[in-house]
């Protein structure tokens, strides 16, 4: 491979390979491959298609009427106890759901509403009362509800929202009060019309002191869909897309609830007033609530990913179809221009480790929510994982989304050939269910903490090799996210023996090298705020943010490619390993690629192999190119998936016609003459 | 200044400069302020501004009447002679038209269909007797038309279109014709619904000789709407954004058309059927005729620049308002995070660059169009500007929009708060009057015809000379755009006087290198095609065609960046010129740091000041900080411009409210205590 950027690409070597398109399919879709087909058949039912263009009033009632349809399928419950109706199948319940993102995002988020969070708060943070009492109405929409934790004022900091519930120990009741139009609830989905309920967190307050926020069950409408005496509210109106779901504010008067409207899992209150929780530390507890509702981020990082595929489906199902400027050999197919290859190819490989990635994390929350490895390490783990992965794959999806639409011209814009719809609708996904830059922030704290772990305890002489030694990566990567010390370990002489220095090992000793040194530099200059006051300590963070948010999505590159080297392992066709072999090295090294002058500045590339990176890019795109149909056929998606029509087969057809055309015109000898060549002056 | 790198960030050194808004608003309005005025105090009124949510139908009805709205205020023929009711005012048109992208995007994009499209072909490619009958019409309304250029088949390929005027000299008309599916006109505005005529773009047929594409005057529909005999069409549906606008496909059966329906400024057909041309070369022919067309991509690119300032005077705005997570001090104003800064900042400097850049674009316009310098060779320097501008601006208002939407988390989410609208309606502008990356395919065609004319009859030894020396630069931009030797040529002795080496000189000489380098590079792997074969050689170019864009955009950048710093020179305020000069550096290094592999790995910079690169970003963005209001309130937008409520006082007085509950609170001593930290264990 040394050759590669002074030969020229040889084009015989495209035809060795091919993927088995059923194997790669089997491997996309993961352990839960088999909800993920039954809901995708399902969703062939043209009753779950989004229509284009409907108007928002009309869509939000038939989005509504799709999750009926749900319930009439049998697959609003299935992450349920076996006892409300379930199969208490956590995993499989998120992977069915996601599909639903190719039917119409307002479905899927507006499920996730009902089931990811309003049903699940009931069952997550409630006890035996309330999953007796609310679970089986809330999983068959006889109660409908929405998840009132976000206000106006508070998004992210979520510690910090003013609604209130006062125990009145009297009556035994929680009075629930919004205090000032910043604490009105706001963004809820089910709230502007169809919630009849809503899980409402506010700071409880019992005896005078504030025990931090807690989750409430409040009705808000009558049978009749009026609100009840004290609740208000308001339409959020139009959005930027997902204009199936009504969204909405809510806001209370002194409402007042029985005190069983707690879901005390967590924090409860006796009728004296008295309370009490299971988890002593108040910032504990608050986040362990808070985590007992991760699935929404776990839920998006999927649907994020097989919505980009869509798009990419579309994209480059036409870019092998679609002809532009004849270069004297007929019309050039867009996918054989260089450049429409490294606008598409990259964005496929992107999708795929995130495939891969996702499947990883779906397995972890399975684990930990079905039990089987329930341990308050482990949930911290997800969360991280969940965090990272969501921001990355929400993000990509948008970048993804657009430039398949770019690469379908006009075309691409008609509503029709979907992709416009989709981007604008998993717009919301890279700030809901957490913002992104906070999540990445999230994680870049927990690297910190896990960089500073290794420190403690040690003493001066274990420090220093700590410090000097490579094997610090199998420490600082924390538990349950996947260790680097074994990779790093034998690349001192893996890397003499590779000589173009591009290959796996190396791909993955540069991404984990950069993310651990990024978190050392910014903990080093983190350091001196700890003898500082708040504000200055605050400024000192502020001015490092930018840079552990960077480390942070590094860590999460650093994830994905691993999950797609792993997938990769576990291949066993020749052809299929080849050409995915090739796709993980064109995700690699388009980190690599993108991040290249930190790999010179830090010393880790020299310039020549640094310049060598971009070329390798380029022969993988051309390598790439031939087989560009293979890897989105492996996705899997049915006609019914695909909708658009530029993707099924319409642009062929009119390139056939035309073509037929010409040839009979030249056939008939009346095709007009090319204009005389003009005189030379 | 060489300290920046070491010296921790002087908080002190904020307050220093401030700019004086209303100078910097004279620049940024540019040479045709006053009609920018007068067009922003006409949209001021409530009928001109879209309805967030309006259905498709009722939008197209609203923005076709906003289309007499302009008439009724005399803006919609400024471009005409005076003979026809116009003022002869080339660049103050586009200024004006521009400015109603605050109002709707819709409303911009359909006033360009008939003004700056039907009409304009009218005007530009017809002649006497086309305007006497038509231009009043068209410019008052009584005329609305469709721009019939595109097909499904065919949209950056212009050439190779495959609809057919033939003329019949027996009759002495031209007959129209759709040969195949792929022929239909696509994407047209005002061909849906409310178009009466169209100039339909057709291969020019006579004596079985093929002309080339000539543009002919169609009517399409009679007075009652209805399709005339022969034509047909459909409507392309509701779209991603500007769904204000009727766009549909034509299609047409045998349409016969009299003999002087030929728009006939650039070629003729006689009764007899004989051809002539005032433009010998068929290629030139085309060009010519197309690039009168020019406009559109001019007004896009200012469009985009005041599109993208919207979006970023409502996010700023908003940041400095908006606050989350209390850091001890109380809870900190988001654009006092390092991350939100380097969000936004960077976006800020580059609206601005085009801003300064796009109004040297609309003189270079102006003067062709008003004839003040109307050569072939200004003709083809202002198309390849106007190209390379449109491709960067239009893509920066996608970018910059979604961070704003973004940065406002899920406010900005809210129709109410216009930035989703304005992405979704800007989306189409990347691709639309020529794709972008096809625009800036051409631009670096041009480059690289530049560069290689300057190898044209020179001796060996001056060849050597060339290539050798710095000065080719001064050469290789050819006419009609800046002209790099200047600077270049000087900066050996300036570099070592400045030691941080990265001030403007410097910015200028990397920016200017880089672009010279990499045609150069282009130009060099091309060379070998010379000898090939079509199919081959279309390969080679294919495999470069990704740098060559590359080397288009570095050279678009280095304009906006001239611009930019062309700009400052202009301004006296010393407090001004500082705030600016600090906003061109956050600019000139942002375009470098973007680049940055490939300064360090051509040489061009040091790894020790690419490093220097960052830090200096993160120090200009806390520096602006202070300063961020500021240079968003020189936009000079008033509150029926911005309209977002989130940047009209809402969140502020939310803020204000809360505090002052808080305060009361705890001033009466009712406040609930927090809660005691638990017991150690």
Chains 1, 2 share one sequence.
């Not at 007042?256 to 009728?271: E, K, S, T």
Request: aromatic share 8%.
């Amino acid at each position: 491979m040394a050759d590669t950027v002074v030969r020229p690409i040889d084009h015989t070597e495209h035809s060795d390979a091919r993927i088995d398109v059923s194997v790669v399919n089997d491997a996309l879709l993961g352990t839960w491959a088999d909800i993920r087909r039954e809901a995708r058949e399902m969703i062939k039912d043209p009753a779950f298609w989004r229509i284009e263009g409907q108007p928002m009033t009309e869509h939000r009632e038939r989005t509504l009427a799709q999750l009926d349809l749900l319930v009439q399928h049998g697959a609003s419950m299935r992450a349920y106890p076996k006892e409300y109706g379930g199969i208490a199948n956590q995993g499989g319940n998120l992977a069915g759901f996601q599909e639903l993102v190719l039917a119409d995002p307002s479905l899927q988020i507006k499920s996730g509403v009902q089931w990811g969070l309003f049903a699940s708060a009931i069952l997550q943070l409630g006890t035996k009362t309330h999953h007796d009492r609310w679970l089986r109405d809330a999983g068959e929409m006889r109660l409908p509800g929405a998840f009132a934790m976000t206000e106006t004022g508070h998004g992210s900091d979520v510690q910090a929202i003013g609604t209130t519930a006062t125990y009145d120990p009297q009556t035994e009741e929680f009075v629930i009060h919004t205090p000032f139009r910043g604490a009105w609830k706001d963004y809820l989905g089910n709230a502007a019309l169809h919630g009849r309920a809503a899980t409402v967190f506010a700071q409880l307050i019992t005896g005078g002191v504030n025990y931090g926020v807690h989750c409430f069950f409040v009705p808000i409408r009558d049978e009749n869909g009026e609100f009840l005496p004290g609740v208000g509210g308001e339409d959020d109106g139009p959005k930027g897309g997902l204009n199936g779901i009504d969204n909405g504010r809510l806001h209370f008067d002194n409402v007042r609830i029985p005190r069983d409207h707690l879901l005390n899992r967590y924090g409860d209150v006796a009728p004296d007033g008295t309370y009490s929780s299971p988890i002593a530390s108040p910032g504990r507890r608050f986040f362990t609530m808070l985590g007992a509702l991760v699935q929404g981020r776990v839920s998006l990082d999927g649907a994020a990913t097989w919505g980009s595929a869509l798009g990419l489906y579309i994209a480059i199902t036409y870019g092998n179809q679609r002809r532009q400027f004849d270069n004297g050999a007929g019309e050039t197919v867009l996918l054989d221009y260089g450049r429409h290859q490294r606008r598409l190819l990259p964005l496929l490989a992107t999708t795929y480790a995130q495939a891969f990635a996702h499947d990883e994390l779906l397995q972890k929350f399975d684990s930990v929510f079905s039990g089987a490895n329930d341990t308050e390490e482990s949930r911290q783990d997800l969360e991280t994982l969940a965090a990272g992965l969501k921001a990355l794959s929400t993000w990509h999806a948008l970048d993804s989304l657009q430039e398949c639409r770019e690469a379908c011209g006009g075309s691409g814009f008609l509503a029709e050939n979907r992709i416009v719809g989709l981007r604008s609708d998993l717009d919301v996904y890279v700030t809901f269910e957490g913002d992104n830059n906070v999540l990445l922030q999230l994680v870049g704290k927990r690297l910190l903490g896990d960089y500073a772990k290794q420190f403690k305890g040690k003493q001066p002489a274990e420090l220093a090799a700590l410090v000097a030694g490579q094997t610090a990566g199998r420490l600082f990567h924390g538990a349950g996210l996947r260790r680097l010390g074994q990779a790093v370990a034998d690349l001192g002489s893996t890397a003499r023996s590779v000589e173009l220095g591009l290959r796996g090992k190396d791909q993955h000793q540069l991404l984990a090298d950069r993310v651990q040194a990024m978190v050392a530099d910014v903990a080093g200059r983190l350091r001196a705020g700890a003898k500082m006051g708040p504000a200055e300590a605050s400024d000192l963070f502020n001015e490092n943010q930018n840079d552990l948010i960077e480390a942070a999505r590094a860590h999460a590159e650093l994830l994905q490619w691993e999950a797609f080297t792993d997938a990769l392992e576990r291949i066993e066709d020749a052809g299929t390993k080849q050409v995915l072999t090739w796709l993980r090295d064109l995700f690699g090294l388009g980190l690599i690629e993108k991040h290249l002058a930190w790999h010179i500045i830090n010393g880790r590339l020299s310039t020549q192999r640094a310049a060598a990176v971009t070329r390798y890019i380029d022969r993988l795109c051309a390598r790439r190119r031939p087989h560009a149909p293979d890897p989105v056929d492996a996705f899997g998606y049915e006609p019914e998936h695909v909708r658009a029509p530029i993707a099924a087969g319409a642009e062929q057809a009119r390139q056939d016609e035309a073509a037929q055309y010409y040839a009979t015109l030249a056939a008939t000898g009346k095709a007009p003459k090319k204009e005389p060549k003009p005189p030379k002056r």
